[in-house]
């Protein structure tokens, strides 16, 4: 299967490599012609993803190729209208595509999947690539499992056993919504969860926040048509384990400088690299208040990084609430 990855970030690299070592042709595509010249003479993304060489199929493009039988958007959320608008011009708005990035678009609180269907009107195969799954693991050849959402069931499930392969397993989903929302707001979780870890609030209370977090995801999601069994599975409480809890976790990470009384701008020139938890927390906010839905991490984070309160101040907010039934 010939195959576009828009996006020369880790995971888009990641994506490259890992179907160019299964015997797929790909083409790793990014708008920045220095960058792609850089990547085609190294045969390495040194600067989002040092220390492995692309295999001899992957070919480096700022072009868009005349054709391909899949495309895969790896840019970040704020990154897909666009990409989605470059495909459409270069006569591929038709071909099948995925959005492999997690989070609301800002200002329209569209999913990755709606906001590529506003673009690429007359396709009907579009969907998510979605679960726990790090940049690094899967470059590295580690076993991985991950959902492949679509409204169009039948073409996702002949998808996901096209490019099933030993290390990367995909499990097809027709619950676009479900499995949007819980990619989308697990990265907030895992900042709540990075600042109780950075200050030392322990095991006990990362328990507490994951498990309410959960909750968090599920409810909004139910509010915007979703199915609860979405969230028990890979896009739901799988990836919201391994973002919690993973050392490569970016939003976690973030989560650990907040607690150390950085700015968030400080912050995210530090980590060098996007965060979309960052920028889904005002979008899941105003949500959830449009919807009438009880998100009190999402709101108490919302009222830490607009300078309402303070990083200490985040877990006196959350334990000094009302005692509920659960």
Same mark, same amino acid.
């Given at each position: %299967?010939? *195959?576009?990855?828009?996006?020369?970030?880790?995971?888009?690299?990641?994506?490259?490599?890992?179907?160019?070592?299964?015997g797929h042709p790909v083409a790793l595509w990014t708008h920045n012609a220095d960058h792609a010249a850089v990547l085609a003479a190294e045969r390495c993304n040194r600067r989002y993803l040092p220390d492995f060489d692309f295999p001899p199929t992957l070919a480096v493009l700022s072009q868009l190729p005349a054709a391909a039988d899949l495309v895969i958007v790896a840019t970040p959320v704020a990154g897909l209208r666009s990409s989605a608008a470059a495909l459409q011009a270069a006569g591929l708005g038709l071909v099948p595509v995925l959005a492999a990035c997690k989070g609301f678009e800002q200002g329209t609180g569209l999913l990755p999947q709606?906001?590529?269907? #506003?673009?690429?009107?007359?396709?009907?195969?579009?969907?998510?690539?979605?679960?726990?799954?790090?940049?690094?693991? $899967?470059?590295?050849? $580690?076993?991985c499992a991950v959902t492949l959402a679509s409204a169009n069931l039948p073409w996702v499930k002949a998808l996901s056993g096209a490019l099933n392969t030993p290390v990367l397993r995909l499990y097809a989903n027709q619950d676009v919504v479900g499995v949007g929302v819980g990619g989308?707001?697990?990265?907030?979780?895992?900042?709540?969860?990075? *600042?109780?870890?950075?200050?030392?609030?322990? %095991?006990?209370?990362r328990?507490?926040? %994951?498990?309410?977090?959960?909750?968090?995801?599920?409810?909004?999601? $139910?509010?915007?048509?979703?199915?609860?069994?979405?969230?028990?599975?890979?896009?739901?409480?799988?990836?919201? *384990?391994?973002?919690?809890?993973?050392?490569?976790?970016?939003?976690?990470?973030?989560?650990? %400088?907040?607690?150390?009384?950085?700015? $968030?701008?400080?912050?995210?020139?530090?980590?060098?690299?996007?965060?979309?938890?960052?920028?889904?927390? #005002?979008?899941?906010?105003?949500?959830?208040?449009?919807?009438?839905? #009880?998100m009190p991490v999402v709101q108490v984070l919302h009222d830490l990084i607009h300078g309402k309160i303070d990083v200490a101040a985040v877990a006196e907010v959350l334990m000094d609430r009302r005692p509920k039934v659960e």
């Open positions: %299967m010939n *195959i576009c990855i828009m996006g020369a970030g880790a995971w888009g690299t990641a994506l490259a490599i890992h179907f160019a070592h299964h709606q906001v590529l269907a #506003d673009v690429l009107t007359g396709n009907n195969c579009i969907g998510l690539l979605s679960g726990p799954s790090f940049a690094q693991e $899967l470059a590295q050849q $580690l076993p989308a707001v697990k990265n907030v979780m895992a900042i709540a969860t990075g *600042i109780a870890d950075g200050l030392n609030y322990g %095991m006990n209370a328990a507490a926040l %994951m498990t309410r977090g959960l909750a968090e995801i599920s409810r909004l999601s $139910l509010a915007l048509g979703a199915e609860a069994t979405t969230l028990m599975g890979l896009a739901g409480m799988g990836d919201l *384990i391994l973002t919690c809890t993973g050392s490569l976790s970016r939003n976690r990470r973030v989560g650990l %400088m907040l607690a150390e009384g950085k700015n $968030l701008q400080q912050i995210l020139l530090e980590l060098g690299h996007v965060a979309e938890g960052v920028y889904t927390i #005002d979008e899941a906010q105003r949500q959830a208040q449009q919807l009438g839905v #009880d």
